[in-house]
């Protein structure tokens, strides 16, 4: 059904539109799109990326030249938040522009998952094929294991890549010191396979060739962006890096200064460069929208091979701003304005809907519930967050954070933390501890590391935030207070 229903929109687009942009060319609005053809799109989503872990964005003891000059030619936006924490949640809300509590994806799936991404949403890849794009996928996917909710069949023309996590295989970091034959390798996870298209090309990837990961995934990106130059394309690059264990091609072993994790993070900015090297090279630097950013924040429990979230508090695994607060630049050549910062709250959900407009496609009928940010993008005067608040939700379905453009409130909830340990070297993982976090509201935009309650400061935004949290949790449902929410779909099934 949901094909047929994309086949009569692209009919309708044709009809009405004749492949072309309706916006007004004498407009001075800078979200007026050219006639000629609408722009390309290009996402690159990092895993496990912590915040300062860019130049842009404070990294050290390495260098990302690259992403450098792309936050020079373009936009960053320093407030840009995921729907959660954690992998395939991060990634279901990014394609389907909602909440990952809406579209029931929690988590991160594994080799047996029964669930996956549902047949009936629709994904940016579907989005963008109402408009005749080609896409494609090279990269993790984590959105279900079965055929039907592989990314061939969810809106991507190509696809090559991991289907899950990079550690949920026999060497696993906590099993490594295990004999190659130890029962409990292979009781946790089966071999892990590499896809090309819905076929496994390879059964049982090795650490060499993970090492080859980031290059095979640039390879075939600059690959699909010459072959496709005179047509619009999506493109969407989910790294398997920086999610440990960390895996780096020859060419940039032992060249930073920061041990492997630096030498990985190496390896992604030259494969941003070969990116935006090929767009260059095709001559589309004015008609592609670029953006980089990632799922979540930095796993802190794997000491240097894990990244940094400062200033912000926590990583991965929480919903404190280290944790889903992550580094985004957006580019695109005299429409993005060059060497400039964006302070206010957006979102991965809010690439749908803004892809959306830029290409003049049809939302889905359901609800989704990321915004249109293009004045954000494009630096508008005066242009503001366009979102009231943000539900910060984790751990199965726990409603644990609401905050808007400057304040957040983070209720009662059990939380995993380091409390100052600062890990190993050894690629292990450490033990975290849990902690219990209490009502508390943190003014973001003077106290960015949530040191601070300020609730007794502010009664009237915790009345005004606590109301919208009530109407959140009717609709999403909440964990922690026993309410099953009136609007939350159901995940696909492997039946």
Sequence with gaps: MKRLALTIVIILSMMISGYTQAGDPDS????????????????????????????????????????????????????????TAVCSASRAALLTGCYHRRVGISGALGPTAKIGINPDEVTLGELCQQKQYVTACF??????????????????????????????????????DLPADSPQRKKNYPPLPLFDGNDIVDANVTGKDQAQLT????????????????????????HSMVHVPLYVSDK????????????????VDWSVGQIIGAIKKNKLENETLIIFTSDNGPWLSYGSR?????????????????????????QWNGRIPADTTCDELASTIDIFPTVAKLIEAELPAHKIDGKDIRPLMFGENNAKSPHTAFAGYYKGGELQTIRDRQFKIVFPHKYRSLNGRTGTDDGKPVNYDQNLAKLALYDLKADIG??????????????????????????????????????????????
Excluded: C
């Design 28 to 83: 001075p609005n800078p979200i007026t799109q050219s006639a000629e053809r609408p722009p390309n799109v290009v996402v690159i989503f990092m895993d496990d990326l912590g915040y300062a872990d860019i130049g842009p964005f404070g990294a050290k003891g390495y260098e990302t030249p690259n992403l450098d000059e792309m936050a020079k030619n373009g936009r960053k936006f320093t407030d840009f938040v995921t729907s």
């Design 252 to 267: 940039f072993k032992g060249k930073s200064k920061a041990g492997l994790f630096g030498d990985v993070m190496m390896e």
């Design 306 to 330: 894990a990244g940094s979230a400062a200033p912000l508090r926590e990583g991965k695994g929480t919903m404190f701003e280290g944790g889903y607060r992550v580094s985004t630049i957006m």
């Design 215 to 238: 290059t095979q995934y640039t390879d075939k990106a600059v690959e699909f962006i010459h072959n496709n130059a005179d047509k619009p394309f999506l493109l969407y690059v989910p």
């Design 139 to 176: 990269g993790k996917w984590h959105l279900g294991l079965q055929k039907k909710f592989l990314p061939r069949q969810n809106g991507f023309d190509h696809y090559f890549g991991l289907p899950y996590s990079n550690d949920m295989w026999p060497f696993h970091p906590r099993f490594v």
């Design 450 to 495: 949530e040191t601070t309650n300020v609730a007794d400061q502010h009664p009237e935004v915790m009345q005004r935030l606590m109301k919208y949290a009530e109407e959140t949790r009717r609709e999403l449902g909440d964990k922690l207070t026993r309410v099953r929410g009136s609007a939350v779909r159901a995940a696909g099934t492997a039946k």
